[in-house]
C-alpha cells in the first residue's frame, strides 16, 4: 500500500511533466494549470493543492527544466566524448526538439520580467549551467558564451517552426536566402 506522500510526490511529477508543455503553450496562466488537470484527469483545485500556487507550480517546472539541461551535459561528460563540447550541443539539440524545452523558457523568461522570484530562479538556472559546463571543460567566458549563443539560437528557431533537421548552419542559411521581409 502506498502512502500519500509517495502518491503526491509522483503526482507532483506527472504535474510536472505536463505543465512543462501547458506553460509553454499558455505561458503562467490559469489555462495552463487548466490543461494539466485536463490531462492528468484531476480538478484544478487539486493541482493548485500539490504546489501551493501557480507560481510554486512553475518554479517546480523550472527545477525540471534545468534538471533535464544538467542530464543531458553530464551525459555528455560521462560519456567521455573527445569534444564534450559539441556532444552537449548535440544532447541539448535533441532534448528541445519537441519544442516543449524552449517554449517553456521562453515563457519562463517572459514571467521573469514581472516576477522577482521566477527572475532569480531563472538566473540560477543559468548559472548553475554555465558553472557544470565551464567545469567540466575548462571553457572561458568567450567559449562559454559563443556556445550558449548557439544554444539560445537553436532555441529561437526551434521555436519559430524553422526546419533544423540539416543542423543550425543550414537553418540560418535557408533565412538568409529565402526569409527576406519585404
Do not use: P
Not at 501551493?52 to 560521462?78: M, N, T, W, Y
Not at 520580467?113 to 548553475?128: G, K, L
Not at 548557439?150 to 542559411?173: C, E, I, P
Request: charged share 20%; glycine share 10%; hydrophobic share 50%.
Amino acid at each position: 500500500m502506498e502512502d500519500g506522500r509517495e502518491t503526491s510526490s509522483r503526482r507532483r511529477a506527472q504535474a510536472v511533466a505536463a505543465g512543462l508543455a501547458a506553460f509553454a503553450d499558455h505561458g503562467l496562466t490559469t489555462r495552463a494549470v487548466h490543461k494539466v488537470a485536463e490531462q492528468m484527469g484531476v480538478s484544478q483545485t487539486y493541482v493548485f493543492r500539490l504546489f501551493g500556487s501557480k507560481q510554486a507550480f512553475f518554479l517546480a517546472c523550472i527545477d525540471e527544466l534545468e534538471a533535464r539541461i544538467l542530464g543531458v551535459f553530464v551525459r555528455a561528460v560521462e560519456e567521455g566524448a573527445d569534444s564534450t563540447l559539441e556532444e552537449m550541443g548535440v544532447g541539448f539539440r535533441a532534448l528541445v526538439s519537441d519544442g516543449t524545452i524552449s517554449g517553456f523558457w521562453f515563457q519562463a523568461c517572459a514571467a521573469a520580467r514581472a516576477d522577482d522570484a521566477i527572475a532569480h530562479r531563472c538566473r540560477e538556472v543559468i548559472s548553475n549551467v554555465l558553472h557544470l559546463v565551464q567545469s567540466t571543460t575548462s571553457a572561458g567566458a568567450s567559449e562559454l558564451a559563443a556556445f550558449f549563443g548557439r544554444g539560445a539560437l537553436v532555441m529561437m528557431l526551434q521555436t519559430l517552426g524553422v526546419d533544423m533537421s540539416a543542423g543550425s548552419q543550414a537553418a540560418v542559411a535557408s533565412l538568409v536566402d529565402d526569409g527576406r521581409v519585404s
